[in-house]
């Protein structure tokens, strides 16, 4: 005798009969849908409208210790290289669908509501007011912060060493002076005497000098630009 073949539809609704009521289990699925869109809508809203709340209420049991991190960790990681730590509120890129859903479930799984949301991300990744790897996190009080998520591409493997360059004015005056030593031996033997002398090349550096720092004086002031210790926290663009 052969037996009958298995249809795994029909196992499933005998599955679904047993816990749930077939007769308003449509109802039940649209109340479900309701409550995650209301959901999503209170996470988003607390994202746009992100305000220094000093910190959450977790359960610090259920806390992975790697995903947390001191003010001081973030700041000297945005300084190296180049990066804001603001309020999510100011955030222009489109937040993936896997952010909202490790908030959720981070707020399931603390049975808490979270706020004060911060963004390290790149300048160009905010909304900053005039006057590549965004990580989201949530404060948890006396400076600490908690990693929710993480998503984007990761930075060039040499931004930390292009940065550096801007981080004081130190730094920038190095620049300078590095670009002008380059460009004085790039200039011609013979292009403003026959026989080059230390005393010429003395001179040439100090034309070039003052040409590169002329540049990159109006290029600062003309756009705004500020150092990295400068802006790594603040929300204006000519910080």
């Known amino acids: 005798m052969l037996l009958p073949r298995t249809n795994i539809e029909q196992k499933l609704n005998k599955l679904r009969a047993k816990k749930f009521d077939v ?19 209170r996470i988003l809203q607390n994202l746009n409208n992100s305000v220094d709340i000093g910190k959450n209420t977790f359960d610090f049991d259920s806390l992975e210790t790697n995903k947390i991190y001191h003010i001081d960790q973030i700041k000297k990681i945005c300084i190296d290289y180049r990066l804001r730590f603001l309020d999510s509120k100011y955030f222009k890129g489109k937040l993936p669908q896997s952010a909202l859903l490790a908030i959720k479930n981070l707020e399931r799984q603390h049975q808490t509501e979270l706020k004060g949301f911060k963004i390290i991300a790149p300048s160009k990744l905010f909304k900053l007011e005039n006057a590549d790897d965004p990580l989201l996190f949530a404060p948890m009080g006396n ?13 060039h493997p040499l931004r930390k060493n292009i940065m550096w360059f801007f981080k004081s004015f130190e730094n920038l005056l190095f620049l300078t002076f590095i670009i002008s030593v380059l460009l004085t031996f790039m200039v011609p033997d013979g292009l403003f005497s026959k026989h080059n002398d230390t005393t010429q090349l ?29 802006i790594w926290n603040s929300k204006y663009f000519n910080a």
Do not use: C, P
């Not at 007769?23 to 809508?41: A, T």
């Not at 400076?143 to 930075?155: A, P, R, S, V």
């Open 23 to 41: 007769s308003s289990w449509k109802d039940q699925v649209n109340e479900i849908f309701r409550k995650e869109e209301e959901n999503q809508g």
């Open 143 to 155: 400076d600490y912060f908690y990693l929710i998520h993480k998503w984007g591409n990761d930075l």
């Open 202 to 230: 003395v001179m040439i550096f100090f034309f070039m000098f003052k040409s590169v720092a002329a540049v990159v004086l109006f290029y600062g002031f003309a756009l705004g630009k500020n150092f990295n210790t400068s």
